[in-house]
């Protein structure tokens, strides 16, 4: 039979204090338990940390050292130690012993009495005594209102180094904790107030250890991040189901046309509608198929470049099932599904999935970004941006003119980061030095850090990977100006197919201009597939740059999104039936997977 009581004492390179912080916990222990046992969790240590946790360990048969030759992360290190424990009660503390020892005996017996199944010390309530500095107080008070306002949990200190837990309670918990590092303490402790466990929390004497600083990187990104997917995780994710998005995603639309027809007769919208020329619209229909094909070439470059080599046919058949639940869904969150899909058939890895889509993404904005900057300064050069080249039919006076010259220069803002950004991305895939290690040392010197480097360097690496071979780049840029100048092709028949009549080279001009505008605005997560944004942006555009009536162009945009998610979605049902793969159980497995890859 096992000692009653573990006590872990997590340590990474802490061969400076680390004796210290055994022999003291030892004799803290053996004034209040007959028997108890001492776990060093060792994570990865570069230092002599290793060596001294073994040599305690050879000297007293009451010390483990539990190592791991890479780094886990604090979180981590003390589950993997946690399991390896043989006590009925499971505690943990900082080896820093920031927190007096003389609270180990409360903090122990809350839990060993059975009176409670998790216990933790609080430097913020009335009976704590804790010497901070003011930049931690006003860090710690913040970050807990947040976790008590956002995660609705009712304690006052969540980030105390120094807890108690009911062995059976603590392993039911830990299959739920998605976090390895700093914020596993917060996650833990609301997890346990979500399921009902009784939790005390003790006040402590707590005294800062060495080196505790406000660090951006990890109190700001690691720790809000963090907070921030629980939150989605525990308050929004359960109530997101599919039926709910569609049914928010609907109502949004509706609301959106009730607006709508406060200021225009969708009467006339629907009558422009039926008088379109079917012709030109069934042309728009097969030039937009053109693109989906090379939707599949592009992405079979970008995938090999990283690796992988798949069939044009397969890929163009995944993009299809990915598109179509992005219609289906706001924020883009379809696409999951496509790496879902490639783990399931092919085999191919959550973080190249993910990188391979966000290359894809990549080259999709700076493509969007270039042609909307490349219609701007042709619309400039042409006149048609100032007040005489707008149509005099618009309504509410000039209102909807100053919008779309808004729309327009935004346009070409966006262009401008864009090619910034181009630039940035192939002049460091050409240079042999590392710009992001060095930007995050200097902004922390956390070992969260590492994490953080390692996850953006890699993203960085897949996209330089592409730059860096001429040759793909060329092509995945060539299929991508491809792909949106068939999308442009498709709305400018639309246009005509509803008797606009303008110079071609114009039409061409502010489609361009609108498409690109129009799926800029669907990025926002407000509707499923970004109805309403998309038409509500393509119509302010050609309304205020086209001899076009606000019916007119309503009605064009209207057809123009409608046929393409029409395209889509029968690409996507095709795919179903081919690729033999529920749509449902894609977004479902998909989104949990894009949880994990994120974490």
Not at 41 to 70: K, M, N, Q, Y
Not at 286 to 299: E, I, K, M, Q
Not at 451 to 467: N, P
Request: hydrophobic residues 50%; aromatic residues 6%; proline residues 4%.
């Amino acid at each position: 039979m096992g000692p009653p009581v573990s006590v872990v004492l997590p340590a990474f390179d802490e061969a400076a204090t680390i004796e210290s912080a055994v022999r003291r916990t030892i004799e803290a222990c053996e004034s209040f338990l007959p028997a108890f046992e001492v776990l060093v969790a060792e994570d990865g240590c570069s230092d002599r940390t290793p060596e001294i946790a073994a040599r305690l360990a050879r000297d007293d048969h009451r010390v483990r050292h539990v190592h791991s030759d890479e780094r886990l992360g604090r979180g981590r290190a003390l589950c993997r130690a946690f399991r390896e424990a043989e006590g009925e009660v499971l505690v943990y503390f900082d080896t820093d012993l920031a927190t007096d020892l003389g609270h180990l005996e409360p903090l122990v017996e809350s839990v060993r009495s059975g009176e409670y199944d998790v216990a933790t010390g609080s430097r913020l309530l009335p009976d704590s005594d804790a010497d901070r500095p003011l930049s931690r107080r006003v860090a710690s008070r913040v970050y807990n209102a947040l976790v008590r306002v956002g995660l609705r949990s009712e304690l006052r200190d969540h980030q105390c180094g120094f807890k108690a837990f009911d062995r059976e309670v603590l392993y039911s918990l830990l299959p739920e904790v998605e976090d390895g590092h700093w914020f596993w303490d917060t996650e833990v402790l609301v997890r346990a107030q979500r399921q009902g466990y009784r939790i005390r929390e003790l006040p402590v004497e707590w005294t800062p250890g060495e080196g505790t600083t406000v660090d951006p990187v990890r109190d700001v990104l690691g720790m809000g991040g963090a907070l921030g997917r629980t939150w989605w995780g525990l308050s929004v994710r359960p109530r997101l189901t599919t039926r709910v998005s569609l049914v928010a995603g609907l109502l949004l639309v509706l609301l959106a046309l009730a607006v709508t027809a406060r200021y225009v007769d969708l009467g006339t919208v629907v009558s422009e509608v039926r008088a379109a020329d079917p012709v030109l619209v069934g042309l728009a229909v097969a030039v937009y198929l053109l693109s989906w094909p090379l939707r599949g070439l592009r992405y079979r470059d970008v995938l090999a470049e990283l690796g992988h080599r798949e069939e044009v046919g397969f890929l163009t058949g995944v993009i299809f099932l990915s598109q179509t639940a992005n219609v289906a869904l706001p924020a883009r969150a379809g696409d999951a599904v496509r790496a879902y899909v490639l783990k399931v058939r092919r085999g191919v890895g959550y973080p190249t999935g993910a990188a391979s889509l966000a290359v894809e993404r990549l080259f999709d904005t700076l493509t969007i970004a270039a042609l909307a900057t490349s219609a701007f300064l042709a619309l400039v050069a042409s006149g048609m941006t100032s007040s005489g080249g707008l149509s005099a039919d618009l309504p509410a006076g000039g209102a909807v003119a100053e919008s779309g010259r808004v729309g327009v220069i935004a346009a070409g803002g966006v262009g401008v980061l864009a090619v910034a950004l181009c630039v940035v991305v192939l002049a460091s895939a050409h240079s042999d030095r590392r710009f992001v290690r060095p930007a995050l040392a200097r902004a922390s010197e956390d070992t969260y850090t590492e994490g953080v480097t390692r996850a953006v360097e890699r993203f960085a690496g897949d996209v330089q990977a592409i730059a860096r071979t001429p040759r793909t780049s060329a092509r995945v840029g060539a299929a991508s100006a491809l792909i949106w100048a068939i999308d442009v092709l498709a709305a400018a028949l639309v246009l005509r197919a509803f008797g606009v009549q303008a110079a071609p080279l114009a039409i061409l001009g502010v489609c361009t201009l609108a498409v690109c505008v129009g799926n800029l605005a669907k990025v926002l997560p407000l509707s499923p597939g970004g109805i309403g944004l998309y038409e509500g942006a393509f119509t302010v555009l050609v309304v205020a740059l086209l001899p076009a009536s606000l019916p007119i162009a309503l009605g064009a945009a209207v057809v123009d999104h409608l046929l393409k998610n029409l395209v889509t979605v029968a690409g996507g049902t095709a795919s179903m039936l081919a690729l033999e793969v529920s749509l449902s159980t894609a977004i479902e497995e998909g989104g949990d997977e894009r949880v994990g890859v994120e974490h």
